[in-house]
Nanobody, 117 residues
């Protein structure tokens, strides 16, 4: 069974850092693109960052220069290093990928990130 398993959220003060992890369990083909999205209360889900298996990245405008997405050494894992966190980064963060490449999209259960001012 394919699943996106996330970890690493929590509560941090403004200016602090957190690292999120996501592992795509139940997969054996390399996932092309893995990404992170977030949804704050009352807002639409938005792109945070994506990364391809060739390490090409894309970032949402509000996180550029502060967040870094990377692929792990273990197959089909992805990390999100979040630095200089702001209260407006408070949201539930979701891992996403499509598997197999031509197949359905999978979302993690979400991990809460709360940044206090």
């Amino acid at each position: 069974q394919v699943q996106a398993v996330e970890s690493g959220g929590g509560l941090v003060q403004a200016g602090g850092s957190l690292r999120l992890s996501c592992a795509a369990s139940g997969t054996f083909l390399t996932i092309n693109t893995m990404g992170w999205y977030r949804q704050a209360p009352g807002k639409q889900r938005e792109l945070v960052a994506t990364i391809t298996d060739g390490a090409s990245t894309d970032y949402g405008e509000s996180v550029k220069g502060r967040f870094t997405i990377s692929r792990g050494n273990a197959k089909n894992t992805v990390y999100l290093q979040m630095n200089s966190l702001k209260p407006e980064d408070t949201a539930v963060y979701y891992c996403n990928f499509r598997y197999p490449p031509w197949g359905p999209s999978y979302w993690g259960q979400g991990t809460q990130v709360t940044v206090s001012s």
